[in-house]
């Protein structure tokens, strides 16, 4: 999916620029947050250009937790360690426990964007992990 395209129907908006985490991407993304720091869930609108993924990573927890995906527009992937990736497009929903391995991001011709939620539990913290090599998601 083009640019032009991808905006409008990008609902929720491209946000600025995610220079914050940007270590943590491959490619450049935009996060756009929907609700004030601090609020409980935490929901942001993550857009990925063509091409940008995120590292590994893992939502721990000791008690609940987790992060939930509401994908909005555009195609992107999304990977758990060990199995194989999922193609994901505006209308999908990815549940994912807490202390499960995975990354998230665009395809490599459309851009992306999801509503990412951060699901509340006990002693949660984000872990990034190594990223994503150009010869695994260029075998997707």
């Not at 869930?41 to 091409?51: D, I, K, R, W």
């Not at 992937?77 to 499960?100: C, F, H, M, T």
Request: aromatic share 14%; glycine share 10%.
């Amino acid at each position: 999916m083009d640019y032009k395209s991808f905006e409008k129907s990008n609902v929720f908006g491209l946000g600025s620029e995610n220079t914050a985490f940007a270590q943590f991407f491959i490619g450049k993304s935009y996060l756009n947050p929907l609700t004030p720091a601090g609020v409980t869930p935490f929901f942001a609108n993550v857009t990925f250009e063509p091409g940008c993924r995120n590292n590994w990573h893992t939502h721990h927890a000791a008690k609940g937790g987790g992060q939930i995906l509401l994908c909005t527009a555009g195609s992107g992937w999304y990977q758990e360690w060990g199995k194989p990736a999922r193609s994901l497009s505006a209308g999908d929903v990815v549940v994912i426990p807490a202390n499960v391995k995975h990354w998230h991001g665009a395809k490599k011709d459309s851009w992306f964007a999801h509503i990412a939620v951060e699901v509340p539990g006990e002693e949660t913290k984000n872990e990034w992990q190594e990223p994503v090599s150009d010869e695994e998601y260029n075998a997707l």
